[in-house]
């Protein structure tokens, strides 16, 4: 009887272990068809520009979803107007200068604020905390003029002066992602190097920054592909008359200076905007799923 009981429990297992099974693979496919179609949602419109940025002008009215092919394709045509354009040349080294500058700096006093604010416990370091946290929900459209006057009374129209405009528009989020990573910093670890012979600022870049490799590069992705395509704020700032213009004002001036636009040329000049924050996320991504521990062993 016994027998014939954990036989029959056998088959009741084996059917309850086919049907979750089925279960998982099902929703596995659906996952998989979300993961597809987002991927189409958002790859779809670079890729719109991509097949366009080799299309004659005319052609890109025309025919906006056809190939580049026969009469269609204009070759690289459209990348040497784009490049040829006015201040494109140094659109590109001036967002180079501001976006590395920038993403250094957030990084770099960011992190030593956050490691401040989160071992020094006092009421004012609290309230400092929860200012940069508070920033993160006040759009850019509230404080766009105060800002504007500000900057012009200062003298800020310049690559240096967009680097600390970045620096306080960036802090709010820096602050908050490391001061969340560096509260799951054990004390032990600070305290065995302060047994050691390290003083407070020796610590936080021997033993504290190292660990926060993953958390400092994912802050370096955000800020870098946020003001690299950033267009209002140098716009206000710096503006149109000005040699510090950067690629996304200098494309927009471009296109919209005239009422004969050309499509192609916009095409490629958006290419080659998108391609170097694309290397960029492409070699920096692997270093955001590193853990505590990784970070720590390979500082």
Request: with cysteine; hydrophobic share 55%; charged share 10%.
């Amino acid at each position: 009887m016994t027998t014939k009981v954990s036989k029959g429990q056998r088959g009741v297992d084996k059917q309850k272990a086919a049907s979750e099974a089925k279960v998982s693979g099902g929703a596995k496919t659906l996952i998989y068809a979300v993961l597809i179609f987002l991927t189409i949602v958002f790859l779809g419109p670079i890729l719109f520009i991509l097949l366009n940025s080799f299309k004659d002008r005319f052609a890109i009215s025309t025919n906006p979803f056809a190939l580049p092919v026969g009469e269609l394709w204009a070759g690289l045509s459209n990348y040497i107007t784009g490049v040829q354009g006015e201040g494109f040349g140094w659109a590109i080294v001036w967002s180079f200068v501001i976006t590395i500058l920038s993403v250094v700096a957030i990084v770099f006093f960011s992190s030593m604020t956050a490691y401040y604010i989160t071992r020094v416990k006092t009421w004012w370091t609290s309230a400092l905390y929860y200012l940069f946290v508070f920033s993160m929900v006040i759009p850019f459209q509230m404080v766009m003029f105060p800002t504007v006057v500000i900057a012009d009374r200062l003298g800020l129209a310049n690559p240096l002066g967009m680097v600390v405009l970045y620096m306080g528009f960036g802090a709010g989020l820096s602050v908050f992602m490391f001061s969340g990573f560096i509260k799951s910093i054990p004390l032990e670890i600070e305290e065995a190097a302060t047994i050691d012979g390290c003083s407070p600022v020796s610590t936080f870049f021997r033993v504290v920054m190292p660990m926060l490799k993953p958390t400092a590069i994912t802050v370096a992705i955000l800020n870098a592909m946020w003001i690299w395509n950033d267009y209002l704020l140098p716009y206000l700032v710096v503006g149109l008359s000005t040699p510090y213009r950067t690629i996304p004002v200098v494309i927009q001036q471009f296109i919209g200076s005239q009422g004969d636009r050309d499509l192609g040329a916009m095409m490629a000049m958006l290419v080659l905007a998108i391609l170097p924050i694309i290397i960029f996320y492409m070699a920096a991504q692997k270093h955001i799923v590193e853990g505590v521990a990784a970070g720590a062993v390979k500082g």
